[in-house]
């Protein structure tokens, strides 16, 4: 939102430095774009129940960094930089392991909906969703990380069916995709996976196609807002995704050798008087808070704040 007030026309952004590394250099006389960052601290690491420190084999004590605050950072759009940046960067593959049991979870969810999951080829993309066949299908030749997003790329799908009579041929395009592809990082982040590398490159390419002169970006990413939080939240109840602190404990406590006891997690509350309504129409809130913004394009600056 900083980048869109100072800069309404922002497309991609990254720091001096960052856009030095890519081939480009910013401009003599350009005027940065101030956005915030995180200051963190080194903290120790300590057992949740009896606040003893975590030490490894040694006897050394084991810390993590720990956001503390914000400061003001300062990033230039491609529009700043010389040579011009002729394409936004293709999203890549992710790699290396899935979070454990998120396929099995995610594969529940697809019977649950009534598809067959089947792995195997996707015609050059990674997965596809077949309402006609009632089938999701997702290659078999990607690391767990890339299978398991993909996975649940297509529950997007799977959950947000296109209208009676809509054209549907398979593989969804504009708004389906940006949909689609932001319930994946939710659904993926909750379980302690950023596909930050791929989604946003991916969402900012199909929201700049679906998006029309007098239909901006920003309207596209808006419209889908609603749907993306109710797909996501869905599979986020079936999945149940653990607590991430408590999984870097855990992670960092195995590799140790040092047993963590966790205590019982709280209940729910379960009486309504308890908890609090924020909106009842998430997309018109969402639509509603753009309005009082500029809305100039803003191509894969409004992407990268899903």
């Known amino acids: 939102m900083l980048a869109l007030i100072q800069r309404p026309d ?18 003599r006389g350009e005027k940065a774009i101030k956005i915030l960052g995180p200051v963190t ?3 120790e690491l300590v057992d949740r129940v009896t606040g003893e420190p975590i030490r490894d084999a040694e006897g050394r004590p084991q810390f993590v960094r720990q956001m503390t ?29 899935a979070p454990p049991g998120l396929w099995d979870s995610l594969a529940e969810l697809v019977t649950a909906e009534g598809f067959t999951l089947t792995r195997g080829d996707c015609g050059g993309a990674n997965g596809l969703t077949d309402f006609v066949g009632r089938e999701i299908r997702v290659r078999d030749d990607v690391d767990d990380a890339q299978s398991v997003k993909s996975l649940a790329h297509e529950l997007g799908h799977a959950l947000n069916p296109p209208d009676p009579g809509e054209v549907y041929a398979g593989a969804c395009r504009g708004r389906q995709e940006v949909m689609a592809e932001s319930v994946a990082y939710i659904v993926t982040r909750a379980h302690g996976l950023d596909s930050g590398q791929y989604t946003f490159n991916y969402v900012a ?5 679906a998006a029309t002169p007098e239909h901006g970006i920003d309207a596209v990413v808006a419209e889908t807002g609603a749907q993306v939080i109710a797909a996501a939240d869905k599979i986020l109840q079936h999945t149940k995704p653990v607590d991430l602190e408590t999984d870097l404990v855990d992670a960092l406590a195995e590799d140790l050798g040092v047993t963590v006891a966790h205590p019982p997690p709280a209940q729910a509350a379960t009486d309504p008087a308890d908890w609090e309504v924020v909106t009842t129409d998430l997309g018109q809130a969402v639509q509603e808070h753009l309005r009082q913004a500029p809305t100039s394009g803003i ?4 992407a990268r704040s899903i």
């Open 10 to 27: 922002a497309t991609m952004l990254a720091g001096y430095r960052a856009w030095q590394a890519l081939g480009h250099q910013v401009r």
């Open 41 to 43: 601290r080194r903290v």
């Open 205 to 209: 390419g199909w929201a700049s196609r």
């Open 69 to 97: 605050g914000v400061r003001p950072v300062a990033v230039f759009d491609a529009s700043q930089v010389d040579p011009p940046v002729e394409t936004p960067p293709e999203p890549k593959l992710l790699r290396g392991q």
């Open 299 to 302: 191509a894969q600056a409004s």
